[in-house]
Structures are given as C-alpha cells and as structure tokens.
T-cell receptor
Framework: DAKTTQPNSMESNEEEPVHLPCNHS???????IHWYRQLPSQGPEYVIH???SNVNNRMASLAIAEDRKSSTLILHRATLRDAAVYYC???????????FGAGTRLTVKP | DSGVTQTPKHLITATGQRVTLRCSPR?????VYWYQQSLDQGLQFLIQ???????AKGNILERFSAQQFPDLHSELNLSSLELGDSALYFC?????????????FGQGTRLTVV
C-alpha cells in the first residue's frame, strides 16, 4: 500500500487559510487521495477526495500536484471548530480499507 | 450524524470476559470496517466485510472475531479481554469496496477493561 507523510502538527489563526501538506511519493495511478479529520472525542469524518484534478466542496479544497506525489488540503477560513487531527490516506484499490497514520494535529488560535 | 450507529457507547468489563460490539451501517452501504483506537497506537484497521463476506484483515488479534449479517449489520466479538484491549472501537461503512467511495464512521464504543 502506498504510504503518506504528514507533519505532526500545525498551527493557524482563526479566519485565516490553512494549507495542510501530504506527501505520497509511491502513489500509483489507481490510488485516490482521501482526507479525513477527527475532532476531539468523535469518530473520523470524511473531508474530501480526488484522483488527479483539484477538488472543491463545502468543507475544503484539495490541490493535487501534477505528478500526484503530493497534495494539499486547503481550509479557506479556519474556525475554532476546525481544530482536529487531519489524515491523508490512500485507500487500497480493491477493498477501500484505510490505514491511518498519525495525521496532522491542527491547532486554531483565536 | 453520519448514519452509522454503534452500540453500546460505553462498556466496562473485567479481564477475561467476552463482549460484543454492534454496528449498523448507513442505509445502502454494503461494506463495513472495524478500527481500534488506543492512546498509544492511533487508529488501527482491524477487519472489513462486504455484503456478508470477509474482505480484508488488518491487525486483528486471534481473540477477536467479527461477522456481517444478512441485514448488513456487523458485530465485533472480543474475548479473553486484557487490560490492553481498552480502547475506542470505531465502525465505518461505505457503499462499495471502490477506493472512490467515502467512508462514514460511527461515534465509537469506548471499552474499558478493568
């Protein structure tokens, strides 16, 4: 399975944009890039996913490098509620099972 | 609300005992995944079922077993419990086994072994 690398932690100020990076240099052509987040005391929550093109939804944007070896999750205006651990994952192609790493713990300062 | 229901929310039991955790997937989802989250290990994938059949196995101990029933709900059985089994157990579901499908997680069952 292709692995991902994320910074352990990041800080942001409230109402500012946040760019969360993820490296996946061994990604294969069939790997989708998924992002999930886990708020304190809650189960993980789907954020966004993509294959090659940049993606936008109501929660965030996903920017995928042209060679697909890295991606960036963009929160356009961080709120205190966005403080969570963010996971970048490449689910297995034929099962969709996800192996979580340590993720990035995002702290949002008021 | 993700649509995935896990029961019970909390469970306290003694070492050596056996417990069953239950998961009802989102309506229409055929694939169910179980994860264990402890403080020192992070989220560990245990096992996956798709439409009643075991599909993938992760770091699941031999003392643990799971199944998915015809109505698609799933149960995770933990036996001969040890103190180290204390953790949050999450269930997730997705519509298919395609890696394009997003997964939806329940709120978890917190198991405490004393």
């Amino acid at each position: 399975d292709a692995k991902t690398t994320q910074p352990n932690s990041m800080e942001s100020n409230e109402e500012e944009p946040v760019h969360l990076p993820c490296n996946h240099s061994t990604i294969s052509g069939t790997d989708y890039i998924h992002w999930y987040r886990q708020l304190p005391s809650q189960g993980p929550e789907y954020v966004i996913h993509g294959l090659t093109s940049n993606v936008n939804n109501r929660m965030a944007s996903l920017a995928i490098a042209e060679d697909r070896k890295s991606s960036t999750l963009i929160l356009h205006r961080a709120t205190l509620r966005d403080a969570a651990v963010y996971y970048c994952i490449l689910p297995t192609y034929n099962n969709n099972d996800m192996r979580f790493g340590a993720g990035t713990r995002l702290t949002v300062k008021p | 609300d993700s649509g995935v229901t896990q029961t019970p929310k909390h469970l306290i039991t003694a070492t050596g005992q056996r417990v069953t955790l239950r998961c009802s997937p989102r309506s229409g989802d055929l694939s169910v995944y179980w994860y264990q989250q402890s403080l020192d290990q992070g989220l560990q994938f245990l096992i996956q079922y798709y439409n009643g059949e075991e599909r993938a196995k992760g770091n699941i101990l031999e003392r643990f077993s799971a199944q998915q029933f015809p109505d698609l709900h799933s149960e995770l059985n933990l036996s001969s419990l040890e103190l180290g089994d204390s953790a949050l157990y999450f269930c997730a579901s997705s519509v298919s086994t395609s890696n394009r499908a997003e997964a939806f997680f329940g709120q978890g069952t917190r198991l405490t072994v004393v």
